[in-house]
């Protein structure tokens, strides 16, 4: 199997990469990817040798390239997108172009070279904010409050209607919060690990009580696996870590992990539109597919802490994306 991976040099798709070059001895991976800001071709040094493996320094609005390099495969992974809520609501436009645009170029260059599966992978944000006691399921309208949430809601729109138009063979994913190790310091966990170690302060919008539900990146890996594998096509499937916690929850976690205590938090004025509360519905995954949730949160969160601690060459180069 061939699978051109879009953004595969960012968190979540250079795990994925390394999980399916080690899973399946017999899959070829392109990488192609911006290098945007926010990721560092270094994250890959451990499988750039790997014969498996191949990585396009592009962007996926790029029509020739994109399509070019989906001739060459059978499966397109499209991780690649601009991510960060705050910065979508400075400087929208570039959500557009990657998130929504760069996802049509892909869309229709696989329409042309007859790309066998396309996976795209999406967020909760997309359903916006729920109440207490209820939760997204994929049936739940699309609700977006922000523009980077917008632009993913409209990109899986738009892969849906592939799917309904051309018959491409589309999947959908939406996942809540990832973390793990090679997580941009712009995110909270990530942000929280790194200031504290650098005894700064850390700020929690509003009242710090917006919940998100957690999951570490490496169960958000078995879920698409199991998706890319057995998923049905024209679907949406959830996934999520069934692991509510505010933000001042997570904050407290990790203040406790580093003895620190709460006179290090800053509550900052509330971000617009700021979502209150995340919750998903895992069931159509747990029924359909089998899968659910492996890694404990408590466990999981001390690990990441722990790469943080241990990975400075990683944030140096992070920072200066060398
Ligand atoms: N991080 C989360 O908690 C989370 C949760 C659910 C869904 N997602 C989705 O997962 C995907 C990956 O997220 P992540 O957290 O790994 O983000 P990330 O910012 O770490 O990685 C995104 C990657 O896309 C690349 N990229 C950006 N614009 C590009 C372009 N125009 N052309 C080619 N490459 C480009 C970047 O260089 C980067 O390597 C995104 O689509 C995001 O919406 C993330």
């Known amino acids: 199997m061939n699978i051109l991976v879009t953004g595969g040099a960012g968190f979540i798709g250079s795990c994925f990469i390394r999980h399916i070059l080690k899973t399946y001895p017999n899959y070829k991976i392109i990488n192609l990817d911006a290098l945007t800001y926010c990721t560092n071709i270094h994250n890959l040094d451990d499988i750039k040798s790997n014969p498996n493996y191949k990585f396009i320094h592009g962007n996926i609005c790029n029509k020739t390239l994109v399509d070019d390099l989906t001739k060459m495969v059978d499966w397109v992974v499209n991780f690649a997108a601009e991510s960060h809520v705050d910065n979508s609501i400075k400087n929208p436009e570039i959500f557009i172009n990657t998130n929504l645009n760069g996802t049509l170029n892909l869309l229709e260059a696989s329409r042309k070279n007859k790309i066998k599966k396309f996976l795209q992978i999406s967020t909760d944000e997309v359903y916006g904010s729920i109440e207490n006691n209820e939760y997204f399921k994929e049936t739940t309208p699309l609700n977006p409050n922000n523009p980077y949430s917008a632009s993913k809601a409209a990109a899986d729109l738009l892969v849906r209607s592939y799917f309904k138009t051309y018959d491409l063979p589309t999947l959908n994913t939406r996942c809540s919060n990832n973390f793990g190790p090679y997580q941009y310091p712009e995110k909270l966990i990530p942000n929280i690990i790194l200031k504290l170690l650098n005894n700064e302060k850390i700020s929690l ?114 920072f200066t994306n060398k």
């Open 205 to 318: 919008y509003g009242d710090g009580l917006n919940v998100r539900d957690w999951i570490y990146v490496f169960d958000h890996i078995r879920a698409i696996d199991i998706v890319l594998h057995k998923g049905k096509l024209g679907e949406v499937y959830n996934i999520g870590g069934n692991c509510e916690k505010t933000n001042l929850q997570i904050a407290n976690i990790i203040l406790k992990a580093l003895n620190k205590d709460e006179n290090s938090i800053i509550f900052i004025k509330d971000r617009p539109a700021h979502d209150r509360r995340y919750a998903m519905s895992t069931e159509k995954i747990e029924n359909e597919l089998g899968w659910k949730p492996m890694f404990s949160f408590d466990k999981s969160i001390k690990e990441t802490i722990d790469w943080y601690i241990t990975n400075k060459k990683w944030i140096n180069t992070i």
